[in-house]
């Protein structure tokens, strides 16, 4: 889930605390209450495969020169949701966490928005999908690993819809979005080895 948080103050003279009202400052407020509510998650019951949600600011923009008290700022966050959780109680969360720092400064002015939602999603260990897969890596003699893939993927649409889908294939979600992002050749050929296994054996 990706919520964008704007606060606005009151712009003024850096030599006018008494007038300015400083949108960053209140931002950073809440930055530090998303950190205590993200402990608070690491809290919770754990998810067998994923253990717990997290929340982070993936950007900031605000002020517009070191003299001036800024007059907004906005951050852009990131909640990253287990299986069940949903997008409703995510924002619910997060604007109760506003509204406990709100309470001790008068002057905030926030608001919350989703911009994005994405849900997560599971397959049991023992549906076919999964069982099939792991007997056709065994056949190639593959390294069979069940885990939670911590990054989203449109697998989550096709199970929203009652399709089943998992993420199967060669490579490391640690290369994910860095600047050498590769995946060894001989993964490839034994990653469609499998997979052209586990079809025909759907086929039969």
């Not at 606060?7 to 530090?32: E, N």
């Not at 709100?102 to 994405?118: D, F, G, I, Q, W």
């Not at 939670?148 to 290369?175: H, K, R």
Request: net charge negative.
């Amino acid at each position: 889930v990706w919520i964008r948080a704007l606060f606005r103050g009151l712009a003024a003279h850096g030599s006018r605390p008494d007038i300015g009202v400083d949108a960053i400052r209140h931002a950073a407020l809440y930055l530090s209450a998303l950190d205590d509510y993200g402990q608070e998650l690491r809290s919770r019951p754990a998810h067998p495969l994923l253990e717990y949600g997290s929340v982070h600011a993936g950007k900031i923009h605000g002020g517009t020169a070191e003299s001036v008290y800024p007059d907004e700022c906005e951050l852009l966050l990131e909640r990253r949701t287990l299986p069940g959780e949903t997008s409703e109680t995510v924002v619910n969360e997060f604007q109760s966490v506003l509204d406990v720092v709100a309470a001790n400064e008068p002057a905030m002015e926030a608001c919350l928005a989703m911009t994005l939602e994405r849900p997560g999603t599971e397959v049991a260990p023992s549906h076919p999908l999964v069982t099939g897969l792991l007997r056709s890596g065994e056949a190639f003699e593959v390294e069979q690993v069940i885990e939670g893939m911590t990054a989203w993927v449109d697998a989550a649409f096709l199970n929203e819809t009652g399709i089943p889908a998992v993420c199967y294939g060669p490579g490391s979600i640690e290369q994910a979005h860095t600047d050498d992002e590769w995946v060894d050749i001989r993964q490839i050929h034994s990653c469609s080895n499998v997979l052209e296994h586990f079809v025909r054996g759907l086929v039969r």
